[in-house]
């Protein structure tokens, strides 16, 4: 039995965890464990299914399965949603590296071993979505299929990049430091985690090789439904991520007549590779990651080189990302007027299944529920104005989970000491009574959270 620093007693053989967040999923979890069970893997892993309260054969469905897969099933009923899911199935793993994978989609061939692969390399890894084994050609003329060529590029925050939590996997030190998924995120929870994971100096790095084949909505309703999720989710992450956004739009402002070489901590360099963003990020990233080498793989030598490289990686993958997420809060209403002059211009099933999806998201953003959620910004007040000259924050400031994250020392990141989590130091270039991972808080703790991150 091994024990890691968050107090976990885990079997010392099982490396990988995979979690399945499912509720009402007996339709189609069968496929998945079978595809999981099908895998051929050289080390010890674990299936967790999540049961998110639901009221069919989703449970015992899993459990027949126990013979086939070292496989178990929690009751993650206490509330609804598939973060607050996905933190009761980490809770449950006895894994140090988790892997992620929904219960509607399919694993493709070598997916488990290319998840540990390069878990044990990099921390925050995410794969590729394939669209072409489960949906008709009437369903993918009608849907775009993301994460087919690359990570999902931001247009709010320069430079962060985005994957589906249906092909991610993250150590699982890093995913408590950072407080796993936000559960009073209902919709794009993870985005925001992944947005969470790089401000606190974690690249998230594109693994082509673990594929999974996945399930779009195929009727009208349906995709109008996903975009109406979507379009509440952007709205939500619009407002959590506002000072970020006016932070990290200034620095590419300020760096964009800044040619040559952006100057990182250790004397590294970041040179433009084409993407603007890239480069204003990597700026960003100055004093942003000081990643307990044990966390970050412990393949860089100095805290410096750490920062310059969650830059450069994510600044490299927005280069070669699959395209934009969803445009911000000035264009909703123009979305919603242009899907009406779309209408006209529709010619197939396909057209109309494109447009049910844009009417949806623009109806989401614009009238979907939303509260007010705690802002990611930097502790004791707002941080002083971005650029490229603004001094590290002063030594011996440090913020409890009532305020989420720094953004702002060196441009954006978190003080050199770190950012206590609990009774973690997430983020600073010491450790001060636990993990550190380089990062941000997910928000101000509420019961809710509290259990759904404790499990």
Do not use: K
Request: glycine share 16%.
């Amino acid at each position: 039995m091994t024990g890691l620093r968050d107090g976990v007693v885990r079997p010392a053989g099982v490396e990988l965890g995979v979690v399945i967040a499912a509720h009402d999923a007996e339709a189609t979890l069968a496929e998945q464990l079978d595809a999981l069970a099908a895998q051929r893997a050289p080390f010890a892993w674990e299936v967790v299914v999540a049961d998110n309260g639901s009221t069919d054969g989703t449970a015992a469905l899993a459990r027949s399965y126990a013979g086939r897969l070292r496989l178990r099933v929690v009751d993650a009923s206490a509330r609804r949603g598939a973060g607050a899911a996905r933190n009761v199935g980490v809770a449950a793993s006895r894994a140090p590296l988790i892997a992620f994978c929904d219960a509607d989609d399919v694993v493709g061939d070598g997916w488990v071993a290319a998840m540990r692969d390069a878990l044990r390399t990099h921390a925050f890894v995410a794969g590729r979505f394939d669209g072409g084994r489960l949906n008709s050609p009437r369903v993918l003329r009608s849907r775009t299929v993301p994460q087919t060529r690359g990570l999902q590029q931001s247009t709010r925050l320069p430079g962060l990049v985005a994957a589906g939590a249906g092909n991610m996997g993250i150590r699982a030190d890093v995913f408590r430091a950072v407080g796993g998924f936000d559960p009073d995120c209902l919709f794009l929870e993870d985005t925001d985690l992944c947005w969470r994971v790089q401000l606190a100096g974690v690249p998230l790095v594109w693994v082509p090789e673990a594929v999974l084949h996945v399930r779009l909505r195929g009727s009208m309703w349906s995709a109008a439904r996903q975009g109406y999720h979507y379009g509440t989710g952007e709205r939500w992450l619009a407002l959590r991520y506002r000072e970020q956004e006016e932070r990290l739009r200034a620095l590419a402002a300020a760096r964009s007549s800044t040619p040559g070489a952006a100057v990182l901590p250790g004397g590294v360099g970041a040179r433009s590779t084409g993407s603007f963003a890239g480069v204003a990020f990597a700026a960003a990233g100055v004093g942003m990651a000081f990643v307990d080498p044990a966390l970050a793989g412990g393949l860089v030598p100095a805290a410096g080189e750490v920062a310059a490289g969650a830059a450069l990686t994510t600044a490299g993958l927005a280069a070669e990302g699959d395209g934009p997420h969803r445009p911000g809060p000035l264009r909703a209403a123009r979305r919603l007027a242009a899907t009406g002059g779309d209408l006209l211009r529709v010619r197939s099933v396909g057209d109309l299944g494109r447009w049910s999806w844009d009417v949806g998201w623009g109806l989401g953003y614009a009238f979907g529920r939303v509260e007010e959620p705690p802002p990611v910004s930097a502790p004791g007040g707002p941080a002083a104005p971005a650029g490229p000259q603004e001094p590290a924050a002063p030594t011996g400031t440090t913020a409890t989970t009532g305020a989420t994250g720094w953004v702002g020392a060196a441009g954006a990141g978190v003080p050199p000491q770190g950012v206590v989590v609990g009774d973690a130091v997430v983020g600073g270039a010491t450790t001060t009574g636990g993990s550190v991972a380089g990062g941000v808080a997910p928000g101000t703790a509420s019961p809710g959270r509290a259990a759904a991150a404790s499990g």
